[in-house]
């Protein structure tokens, strides 16, 4: 089943759809003021979205944290959606629109592996896209909460 990743434009479906995800995943996204402050900063974000129908099942926002360096700065895909692709292929769009608009990295935060089993799965589908390991700074969120960086080279 092929995965058709769309641009989203319009900042107040940019806001929309963040929120209908994002909510549905407590296990990744369980501090409202984090969890809103994605919400909110999505509206100006380039972002990219898979739908089922009319059905919202992913999407990813793209910060610019330099000149060089495109970050994730939020993704987000309902669990009965994972292992399906739709990550790499939004993954894929976000690279390519990097690329594109003269990035050359992207990177991505998360909570270092061997404290959150969720986190864990996150981290292993960073690897399996080929990102590495870059730094872990671990007061960054706080000391429950270590921020893995992985960077990759496009």
């Not at 009319?54 to 970050?71: G, H």
């Amino acid at each position: 089943e092929q995965n058709l990743v769309l641009t989203i434009d319009d900042p107040t479906r940019k806001e929309q759809i963040a929120r209908d995800i994002l909510s549905q995943l407590p296990d990744w996204f369980g501090v409202p003021e984090s969890t809103l402050d994605y919400i909110h900063s999505c509206r100006e974000k380039p972002s990219w979205a898979v739908f089922s129908g009319d059905k919202v099942q992913s999407f990813i926002a793209l910060k610019e944290t330099s000149p060089a360096t495109a970050e994730i700065y939020v993704m987000g895909v309902l669990p009965e959606y994972h292992h399906k692709g739709i990550g790499r292929a939004l993954f894929d769009t976000l690279t390519a629109y990097a690329r594109t608009h003269g990035y050359s990295f992207i990177q991505v935060k998360t909570v270092r592996k061997g404290y959150w089993a969720s986190y864990d799965m996150t981290n292993e589908f960073y690897i399996a896209i080929g990102m590495k390991e870059f730094e872990c700074f671990p007061n960054y969120w706080d000391e429950k909460n270590p921020c893995q960086i992985y960077i990759k080279s496009i």
